[in-house]
């Protein structure tokens, strides 16, 4: 069978799920249109107990894992299969928008809901996820949930985790109410049959095109690194230039450094950006002594991820050779790309053709949580425009017929995968 399940006729409620993402922007740290919801943080909390009403008037049963994975169920009538699952996040960066992971979350909800009006009748069990700290705000490393549900990251590293106030993870989870051992989280083999996530493209590809929906068959490897330059403070005015060691001067060469390793790595995927660029001591009369970056560095092919990583190290050797800093150079994570899985493509793009609905083969260039899911089960993505590509500022923007169509969209597919 191609296309839409024969006879199922599903209606999305398209006000009502803008009325809910609306919602939930509302629940913020700062205010509208602005959207920041960090990790455990008092909106984070308030955010979570919104995700599970909005779960159970989907009619969907709830359970919680020790890190603060919240799981809603429709329990097949073959209940011991593995599930099909959809999902993604509702954490924000600081000064967000309100369509990021939200869609993929409330916009399952609406899914499920939909295929129950319809009279479905599941033989596998659908679940939707709402994934911890896919936003690396807190710790400075993202999809913390479905790293540990994938087995992709060590308890003991998780354990060591700190925020910028020296928190631990174990610290802020007890605080927020979540017990149990972080070894529990890891997914028994074979719990997902298929994992599909929705979400806005956060580029500009689709509304270029102006083609409504788009199948991820490669996510982009992300990895990142911590870069501290120790040089020798003084007097802005008594230290000649000659003899100077100004660490930030250096950080700027090595900035300059991600920019070119990444136009010159023959792929171009490869992207490069430093979002954390801090000096010492901050005063405009002296010359800084220390400089702290953190670098972005992601592709879809690790061969060309290597080889900027490759350059941007020998010209940070030589930048600090040349002006006498010491360079620690830390790697925080180094992820391999995933790849979509050629069937759960196939049925996704089945299901466009038949509700005459354009789509486009894509490569997500940001990583979502699955990246990690596709650890463990067959996985793709199903991406919707967004306005000028925006994302992670207030100005992002996806219409409710996108969304609306996004959602019917997962809900034949993962009608499909669960017969």
């Given at each position: 069978m191609?296309g839409p399940?024969?006879?199922?006729?599903?209606?999305?409620?398209s006000?009502?799920?803008?009325?809910?993402?609306?919602?939930?922007?509302?629940?913020?740290?700062?205010?509208?249109?602005?959207v920041?919801?960090v990790?455990?943080?008092e909106?984070?909390?308030?955010?979570?107990?919104?995700?599970?009403?909005a779960?159970?008037?989907?009619g969907l049963?709830?359970r919680?894992?020790?890190v603060?994975?919240i799981?809603?169920r429709?329990?097949?009538s073959e209940?011991?299969?593995?599930a099909v699952?959809?999902g993604s996040?509702t954490d924000a960066?600081?000064?967000?928008g309100r369509y990021?992971?939200?869609?993929?979350v409330?916009?399952?909800?609406?899914?499920?809901?939909?295929?129950?009006?319809?009279?479905?009748k599941?033989?596998?069990s659908?679940?939707v996820?709402?994934?911890?700290a896919?936003?690396?705000?807190?710790f400075?490393?993202g999809?913390?949930?479905?790293?540990?549900?994938?087995g992709?990251?060590?308890?003991?590293?998780?354990?060591?985790?700190?925020?910028p106030?020296?928190?631990?993870?174990?610290?802020?989870?007890?605080?927020?109410?979540?017990?149990?051992?972080?070894?529990?989280?890891?997914?028994?083999?074979?719990?997902?049959?298929?994992?599909?996530?929705?979400?806005?493209?956060?580029?500009?590809?689709?509304?270029?095109?102006?083609?409504?929906?788009?199948?991820?068959?490669?996510?982009?490897?992300?990895?990142?690194?911590?870069v501290?330059?120790?040089?020798e403070?003084?007097?802005a005015?008594?230290?000649?230039?000659?003899?100077?060691?100004?660490?930030?001067?250096?950080?700027?060469?090595?900035?300059?450094?991600v920019?070119?390793?990444?136009?010159?790595?023959?792929s171009?995927?490869?992207?490069?950006?430093?979002?954390?660029?801090?000096?010492e001591?901050?005063a405009?009369?002296s010359?800084?002594?220390?400089?702290?970056?953190?670098?972005?560095?992601?592709?879809?092919?690790l061969?060309s991820?290597?080889?900027?990583?490759?350059?941007?190290?020998?010209a940070?050797?030589?930048?600090?050779?040349?002006?006498?800093?010491?360079?620690?150079?830390?790697?925080?994570?180094?992820?391999?790309?995933?790849?979509?899985?050629?069937?759960t493509?196939a049925?996704a793009?089945?299901?466009?053709?038949?509700?005459?609905?354009?789509?486009?083969?894509?490569?997500?260039r940001?990583?979502?949580?699955?990246?990690?899911?596709?650890?463990?089960?067959?996985?793709t993505?199903?991406?919707i425009?967004c306005?000028?590509?925006?994302?992670?500022?207030?100005e992002?923007?996806?219409?409710?017929e996108?969304?609306?169509s996004?959602?019917?969209?997962l809900?034949?597919?993962?009608?499909?995968?669960?017969?």
């Amino acid at each position: 069978m191609t296309g839409p399940l024969s006879g199922l006729r599903i209606n999305i409620d398209s006000a009502g799920l803008k009325r809910r993402v609306d919602e939930l922007a509302l629940i913020s740290e700062a205010p509208a249109p602005v959207v920041t919801r960090v990790l455990f943080s008092e909106a984070d909390m308030r955010g979570r107990e919104y995700v599970r009403t909005a779960a159970r008037e989907a009619g969907l049963a709830l359970r919680e894992d020790a890190v603060g994975n919240i799981f809603a169920r429709w329990e097949g009538s073959e209940p011991g299969l593995p599930a099909v699952g959809s999902g993604s996040h509702t954490d924000a960066i600081p000064n967000a928008g309100r369509y990021d992971g939200v869609v993929g979350v409330l916009g399952a909800f609406e899914s499920l809901a939909a295929l129950k009006r319809a009279g479905f009748k599941p033989r596998r069990s659908l679940e939707v996820v709402m994934f911890t700290a896919e936003e690396p705000t807190r710790f400075g490393l993202g999809c913390l949930g479905s790293r540990l549900m994938a087995g992709t990251i060590s308890v003991e590293r998780a354990r060591a985790l700190r925020d910028p106030e020296g928190r631990t993870l174990d610290d802020l989870r007890a605080a927020a109410g979540y017990s149990g051992s972080l070894e529990s989280v890891r997914l028994p083999k074979g719990y997902y049959h298929s994992f599909v996530e929705l979400h806005i493209e956060q580029g500009p590809i689709l509304e270029e095109r102006k083609v409504p929906i788009g199948i991820v068959e490669h996510i982009a490897g992300p990895s990142s690194y911590r870069v501290t330059l120790h040089g020798e403070g003084g007097h802005a005015g008594a230290v000649l230039m000659k003899v100077r060691h100004d660490a930030m001067l250096a950080g700027a060469e090595i900035a300059l450094a991600v920019e070119r390793a990444a136009l010159e790595s023959g792929s171009p995927d490869t992207v490069g950006t430093v979002g954390v660029f801090r000096i010492e001591p901050g005063a405009v009369n002296s010359v800084p002594f220390r400089a702290y970056l953190e670098i972005d560095l992601r592709d879809a092919r690790l061969d060309s991820r290597a080889k900027a990583l490759a350059d941007i190290r020998g010209a940070a050797d030589r930048a600090c050779a040349r002006r006498g800093i010491r360079m620690e150079f830390e790697e925080i994570n180094a992820d391999p790309p995933a790849e979509g899985d050629p069937r759960t493509i196939a049925i996704a793009e089945e299901v466009c053709s038949g509700l005459g609905l354009r789509s486009l083969r894509m490569v997500s260039r940001a990583y979502h949580d699955s990246l990690f899911m596709a650890r463990v089960s067959p996985t793709t993505m199903i991406f919707i425009p967004c306005l000028n590509g925006w994302s992670h500022r207030p100005e992002e923007f996806a219409t409710t017929e996108h969304i609306a169509s996004g959602a019917e969209v997962l809900a034949h597919t993962m009608a499909q995968l669960a017969v």
